[in-house]
């Protein structure tokens, strides 16, 4: 066996889960790690940066259950969607997303308290967080406003029409060293699936991110599914507007995108509204980058970690 590629996955909580979880079955040719986007506001993870000054746990939590060896699923119900029912200061909480805020309050940082957790989960790559210093993704509307915070990006209360046309983070915060130091390395960069600004544009806002890539001899690998959340952010609403604004927060092209085409069946369509998802617009003509346009969807709906990761597999070894 010759010496496994690095992989590097980019995003938030829920996409960048699928594209490791994807890789894991793979660890013979690789070693896989991942970096994690740390702007989150809302829900639980919002409240405990608020409450306890610490950075919101949310997303990193979801990469290191994604990262274990055990069931997935499994630990995803225990850790994270399992949230305390009863009045109190613990209502709407979750073990996981306690356990790394107030590790990261007892010792005195956040890397610790991801270690911590990922040794208890025993691991097969290391997760890091994308800064370790706090800060708010900013956004610009197309009628010049700005939102601010990722809560009301992700679910706005503004016109739904005033797409997003630019992203920032403020104050100005630098990269985690570690971190660019893994993409520095890498042979694979993966980006996506997620949200495409509060979990993938966000990712590459840090000071340094840019610079990282530049240097990094590695493959850029978009991953687009085929839909956005009809409640969510206002975004791109095609796969080439989100190669296109991608370009803009990445110093070079990305070598390959990875897109669902999956149809929109009878079964697809009830698990779309439920979830209240819509399609985006499939429009590979107009991309100018190699395209591997292939369903990889569960027949119920939702992204195939496993059908998605013979895709990136296939690419990186015929690279």
């Known amino acids: 066996m010759s010496v496994k590629k690095k992989v590097v ?14 890789l894991k079955t793979y ?16 829900s639980s993870s919002g409240r405990l940066r608020d409450e306890l000054g610490v950075l919101p746990p949310g997303d990193i939590l979801r990469a290191v259950l994604a990262m274990s060896r055990y069931e997935y699923t499994l630990l995803k119900r225990i850790f994270y969607d399992t949230r305390y029912a009863e009045r109190g200061k613990l209502q709407g909480f979750g073990v996981g997303h306690l ?35 706090r800060a708010d993704l900013c956004v610009e509307l197309q009628s010049g406003s700005v939102v601010v915070g990722e809560h009301h990006i992700d679910r706005p209360v503004y016109d739904r029409t005033d797409l997003i ?17 893994e993409i520095r390395e890498a042979d694979a960069i993966i980006i996506g699936p997620g949200s495409f600004y509060t979990s993938l544009i966000a990712t590459l806002l840090p000071d340094g991110m840019k610079e990282a890539l530049a240097v990094s001899s590695a493959k850029i690998i978009f991953i687009s599914g085929n839909v956005i959340e009809s409640v969510g952010e206002t975004g791109p609403l095609s796969t080439s507007e989100m190669v296109d604004v991608l370009h803009r927060y990445i110093p070079r092209s990305v070598d390959v995108v990875i897109s669902n085409t999956a149809e929109l069946d009878s079964v697809r369509k009830k698990f779309y509204e439920e979830k209240q998802w819509k399609k985006i617009v499939i429009d590979h ?32 070894q015929k690279e």
């Open 27 to 42: 660890l013979e040719y690789y070693s896989i790690s991942a970096v994690i986007a740390m702007s989150d506001s809302g």
């Open 99 to 133: 356990f790394l805020a107030l590790v990261e309050k007892y010792n005195g940082g956040l890397i610790d308290a991801v270690r911590a957790l990922a040794q208890a989960l025993d691991t097969v790559g290391p997760v890091f967080p994308v800064t370790l210093e």
């Open 165 to 181: 046309v630019r992203a920032w983070l403020a104050p100005d915060v630098s990269g985690y060293a570690p971190a660019l130091h």
């Open 9 to 22: 996955v980019l995003g938030g909580g829920n996409g960048g889960s699928i594209s490791i979880r994807a």
């Open 285 to 316: 003509h107009r991309i100018t980058v190699p395209i591997i346009a292939s369903p990889f969807e569960y027949t119920e709906g939702g992204l195939d970690p496993a059908v998605l990761g013979e895709l990136i597999h296939n690419y990186i």
